[in-house]
């Protein structure tokens, strides 16, 4: 669907009317549900801030542009790999080196992605814009992560006041970001007509991805944890892939098995962490 409403209006001002919207709806949320007193910052703003332009504003640009260069199908695949990144993010920040089989696993998913994206050519990727493309999703990928693992560090807000408060700065970094790009020419104010001809995809964007994606993403971390949470979104690639073919695209077999080889190396693992985890806790 983002991908389909690029043409239409530009990244920037996507992610600023969707999440100037978004944005709105959770403020009021919050305030309904934890009382005004939970828009406070209680002195953490800065650091709050920092997560929100990470979580939201980098993700955001990130994605967004990047999709105008690449294909959906590439993307979906790239964000799978979240699950193996944490990992690793994990064993680089707080010293917990995961097990062998899940560094294997890492090495075959990003087999996968490699073979998605070159379709088993290097040559065809690089010698296109679509190279750029998956760059900028790998970074919104990074930005994710750093996003999931922060909020660790806010154990007595709620997910829902965690979210507010990380998007409220988030949102207007898109809403700067916006404002320099017009500045410098890179992209332009939409008009009435433009923004009524993807109204429908603007209010899914929205509420589906930003009030109830980004709020249901962050409860799931507080109740699963980061690593079992980012692997629902392994199911992401299946879906695209599957709206992707309903709509006539047709893919190459070794696109097919770079896919099949992400998601199949993505699931042993985490059969593998509940196995082991089952273990020690007998």
């Excluded at 814009?129 to 806010?154: H, K, Q």
């Amino acid at each position: 669907m983002a991908k389909r409403t690029l043409p239409q209006l530009d990244a920037y001002a996507l992610g600023t009317v969707r999440y100037a919207i978004g944005v709105a709806l959770l403020v009021v949320l919050l305030a309904l549900v934890e009382g005004r007193q939970a828009l406070r910052y209680e002195g953490r703003f800065l650091v709050t801030m920092g997560v929100g332009l990470i979580g939201v504003t980098a993700f955001n640009l990130f994605v967004w542009i990047g999709l105008a260069y690449t294909l959906p199908e590439h993307a979906s695949i790239i964000m799978a790999l979240q699950t193996p990144l944490t990992a690793i993010a994990v064993w680089l920040l707080y010293g917990q080196r995961p097990a062998g089989f899940t560094l294997g696993c890492v090495a075959v998913a990003f087999a996968g992605v490699v073979l998605v994206i070159t379709k088993g050519n290097p040559n065809v990727s690089i010698a296109g814009n679509e190279l750029f493309g998956d760059v900028l999703v790998f970074l919104a990928t990074l930005s994710w992560i750093t996003y999931t693992l922060c909020a660790a560090r806010f154990p007595s807000w709620s997910p829902l006041r965690y979210t507010v408060l990380t998007c409220i700065p988030g949102g207007i970094g898109l809403a700067i970001a916006n404002v320099v790009a017009v500045a410098l020419g890179i992209a332009s104010v939409p008009g009435a007509a433009q923004l009524a001809g993807v109204g429908w995809q603007i209010v899914y964007l929205s509420v589906g991805t930003v009030v109830l994606g980004v709020l249901g993403f962050n409860a799931a971390t507080r109740r699963l944890g980061p690593l079992n949470t980012l692997l629902m979104l392994n199911l992401v690639p299946v879906c695209v892939f599957g709206i992707e073919a309903s709509l006539g695209r047709s893919f190459a077999a070794v696109e097919l098995a770079g896919a099949a080889t992400v998601i199949a190396a993505l699931v042993a693992n985490n059969l593998y962490l509940r196995a082991t985890s089952g273990k020690s806790g007998r």
